[in-house]
């Protein structure tokens, strides 16, 4: 059934055009439209660039666009732009936006509250304040340790209008990963919530906060804001201040700081799916020129939408989608805090229906999710509202696709699968949702002015259908800049691999109709007796079986075949593992891929290693069955425990 290069999904991929009622709201309504603007593009990027320019409140502005090539580029060099003013003063400042609602916010316990443009311009303008009360400057690092919170955003903000480089860390880190980042960065200010919630557990932040600072001398003043007030913050005279007292006593008047399109804006570390994790340094004005860019043709967010991305703010997607592309388009932004299915599975579907959310953007794991909990617990809500889901950060496997579009989506819901990474600063691949037609499992086809190819390790295009390596041939505003205080480190990650392109270690597929599958990670590849096999297509593959509700496939060494797959599944409820299910989920591998794709083992596991924006790392999956451990990096881990248990589980078998 599978070519060489193991590409049946995608043989058997079909096209569904967005519906004529979405298309007509679209900012670029056909095929042809969106070819001939892309082409415009990549023909002449400074044009193009010089556009999307023409729609943000510039402080000042030079005619060059673009200067320099891969690695050292620069866009609008000596032009001056300050994020926090496109985002927040000119929605605040305008008669129509100004008491719009910029911000809902809904806690997991039922805690609701919002702020429209006007209150969070000022309530800004104090934390910037408070910021400058402490020293500190343009280029300082601040640490922040929040969750989903309407004060993590003023926070951000603040930060963007002082040009002060904040770097997010997840609510719920250990103090190790924590004190790593907040050390890496030499912060000089760490901002926190006292606690958070999380499947009605009490998470203590403050505690965890107080653990990683032990001995760390260059963190000055640690922030406190009071999320949850039953809950015991202990404070240290001289070192914490408390959030609320500060904000009394600030003005709310602080004009923001002029800044070079270039300057630093954001540091934020990559999840740890691939060893020690990254300090990834993002340029404030090009990050804000391209995060506009993505998120006004991607998501075709227009003023009167009510959007939710429910991506953590610890994850770089809140940061392009929300904090500045969504602010920056001026629209209602929806922040929660907590598990999308708890504390009852439709949980979910009732945050939809209360908002009336018409735009929804996830990961493939929520999907999944929803898919698990069944279509029942989603036909007790109205989702009628619902016109656009969209997804990134695994490969989204068809079977939920067509779940979610049909059962979530009413059958008429746009979806948009996109593709991109913590250094790209954006998403490079995606669907332009009223102009191309939908594939499920693709990610789409490449973003305007962003040139994007699957070559061979020499830098040569391979055939459409073929498995390569997928590559960015030009720069564009919201690449990383940096890997903060290792420049060596950031020019052999990216770019000493191709010759004159940005190498995102990735494996891909472009098909006929120009759209691209990325398969996962170029170790994702599985070579089986000469067989290239995807471990995304032998997931799907595995997946489709009724007692599956996810799946990992890793290669295994092997002195014969090179390599064996290994899979990994956790099961729906009322199954069980056993024999004969192993047997059965092989030969569904079998009858959909060939012989060579059966695996060698099954387990069954309770959970994957996953990193707190969902995605499985599959690194961690092939150290267990290679060593019995884990070697490298585990600070990016949602829950180590799930390690701890497989290595229980699993690693002892390897080692005897």
Known sequence: MANDAGISLIATSTKI?????????????????????????????????????????????????????????????????????????????????????????????GDRKSVTYQQFYDEVQKFANVLKSFGLQKGDVVSVYMQNLIETYVVLMACLRLGVVYNTVFAGFSPGALRERIVSSNAKMVICANASLRRGKVLNLKATVDEALEGVESVKQVIVYNRLPGVETPMTPGRDLDYDALMAAAAADCPPAVLDANDAGLLIFTSGTSGRPKGIVHAGGGFLLGTYAY???????????????????????????VLVGGLALGVTTLLYEGALDYPQPGRLYEVVQRYRVNKLFSAPTAYRMMMKHGEEVASRYDLSSLELLVS?????????????????????????????????????????????????????????????????????????????????????????????????????????????????????????????????????????????????????????????????????????????????????????????????????????????????????????????????????????????????????????????????????????
């Open 295 to 321: 998120t006004k043709y991607q998501l075709d967010l227009r003023p009167e939408d009510v959007y939710w991305n429910t991506a953590d703010i610890g994850w770089l997607t809140s940061h392009i989608f």
């Open 392 to 656: 990134v950060g695994e490969p989204f496997n068809p079977e939920a696709w067509h779940w979610i579009r049909r059962v979530v989506g009413g059958g008429k819901a746009v979806i948009n699968n996109t593709w991109g990474q913590t250094e790209t600063g954006g998403t490079p691949l995606a669907s332009l949702p009223g102009a191309t037609p939908m594939k499920p499992g693709s990610c789409g086809v490449p973003f305007l002015g962003h040139a994007l190819d699957v070559t061979d390790l020499d830098g040569k295009p391979v055939p459409d259908g073929t498995p390569g390596y997928l590559v960015i041939r030009n720069v564009f505003p919201s690449l990383a800049r940096d890997v903060f205080g290792d420049h060596d480190r950031y020019l052999s990650a990216y770019f000493s691999q191709v010759p004159g392109a940005y190498f995102t270690g990735d494996s891909a597929v472009r098909d006929a109709d120009g759209q691209y599958w990325v398969l996962g990670r170029v170790d994702d590849v599985i070579n089986v007796s000469g067989h290239r096999i995807s471990t995304m297509e032998m997931e799907s593959s595995l997946i489709q079986h009724e007692a599956v509700v996810e799946a990992a496939v890793v290669g295994q060494p092997d002195e014969i075949k090179g390599a064996v797959p290994i899979a990994f599944v956790t099961l729906e409820k009322g199954f069980t593992p056993s024999a004969e299910l192993e047997a059965a989920l092989k030969a569904q591998v079998v009858r959909d891929i060939g012989t060579f794709a059966r695996p060698e083992q099954v387990y069954f596991v309770e959970a994957m290693p996953k990193t707190r924006s969902g995605k499985i790392i599959r690194r961690m999956l092939r150290e267990i069955i290679k060593e019995g451990t884990v070697q490298g990096d585990i600070t990016g881990l949602e829950d180590i425990e799930v390690v701890e248990q497989l290595v229980e589980n699993i690693g002892h078998r390897v080692e005897s």
């Open 17 to 109: 055009e967005p519906p004529e009622e979405y298309r007509a709201k679209s900012y670029l309504q056909s095929y042809e439209a969106y070819l001939a603007k892309y082409r415009r593009s990549i023909d002449d990027p400074a044009g193009f660039w010089n556009e999307v320019a023409d729609e943000l409140a510039w402080q000042s502005r030079l005619s060059t666009v673009i200067e320099g090539h891969m690695p050292d580029f620069k866009f609008f060099p000596g032009s001056t732009i300050n994020v926090c003013e496109n985002c927040v003063d000119r929605h605040a400042k305008h008669p129509l936006t100004r008491n719009k609602v910029a911000l809902f916010f809904e806690g997991e316990n």
